[in-house]
C-alpha cells in the first residue's frame, strides 16, 4: 500500500487543540487589548500573578528535556505541569490588568477547552514513552502544586540549567509579556 493510500487517522480534538492553540492565543491578545480598560492599579495587581507566572515558566524550562527523559525534580516535584500552571498565572494576571470580565471568562474556557486535552494527551505520550510515570502522577498532581516534593531529590542529579533556559526559548515568555504590557500603558495613556 502506497503512503498516499494509507488510511487517515481521525484528527481528535486534542491534536486540533495543540495545533491552535499559539495562533488562537495571537487571536486572543488582540481581542484582550480591545476589550482590555487597565488602571495603574489593575496593572500593579496584575504583576502580582504575572511575575510569578514568568519566574514559574523559566524555572521550570531550565529542568525539562523534552522527549528525552521524564522530569521529575525542580519545580516537577510539585507539580506535573509547571509550565502551564505558569501560563495559567499569567493568563490570569492579563485578566486583572484588563479590568474586564468577559477576558477572565474568555481565559477559563480557552483553559479548559485547548489547555486540559492538550496535557491529557501529553501525558499519554509520557506514559507511553517512560515506564515510571503513573508512579510519578500517583505522587504528584497535574496542575495545582504539592506544598512538599513528591519525588525525592536524587544525590548528584542536575539543577536548573541555563542551557535548556535558552534551548527551550523560554526568554521568549518575558518579552511577550512586557510587549502585552507596553500596549496595555499605550491604552491606558491613549483612552484616559
Not at 500500500?1 to 487571536?27: D, E, H
Not at 487589548?33 to 496593572?43: H, I, K, N, V
Not at 493568563?91 to 479548559?112: D, Q
Not at 535558552?166 to 483612552?191: D, I, K, T, V, W
Request: hydrophobic residues 45%; contains cysteine; glycine residues 8%.
Amino acid at each position: 500500500m502506497s503512503p498516499s493510500a494509507a488510511p487517515q487517522q481521525k484528527p481528535t480534538w486534542s491534536r486540533i487543540a495543540r495545533r491552535i492553540r499559539v495562533p488562537l492565543g495571537f487571536v486572543f491578545a488582540a481581542v484582550f487589548l480591545w476589550l482590555a480598560r487597565p488602571e495603574w492599579t489593575s496593572l500593579g495587581y496584575s504583576l502580582l500573578l504575572v511575575l510569578p507566572g514568568l519566574a514559574l515558566r523559566a524555572y521550570a524550562s531550565g529542568y525539562v528535556k523534552k522527549n528525552r527523559e521524564l522530569t521529575t525534580t525542580g519545580p516537577y516535584a510539585y507539580t506535573r505541569n509547571p509550565l502551564y500552571l505558569g501560563s495559567l498565572l499569567m493568563a490570569l494576571g492579563f485578566a486583572v490588568a484588563s479590568r474586564n470580565a468577559w477576558i477572565l471568562l474568555g481565559i477559563a474556557v480557552l483553559f479548559f477547552a485547548i489547555y486540559l486535552p492538550v496535557i491529557r494527551s501529553e501525558e499519554a505520550f509520557l506514559r507511553g514513552e517512560f515506564a515510571g510515570f503513573d508512579a510519578y502522577c500517583a505522587r504528584v498532581p497535574r496542575l495545582f502544586p504539592r506544598l512538599t516534593p513528591g519525588t525525592p531529590r536524587v544525590k548528584g542529579e542536575g539543577g536548573f540549567s541555563s542551557g535548556l533556559y535558552r534551548r527551550h526559548r523560554e526568554y521568549n515568555a518575558f518579552m511577550g509579556a512586557a510587549a502585552l504590557y507596553g500596549a496595555l500603558l499605550l491604552r491606558l495613556y491613549f483612552h484616559r
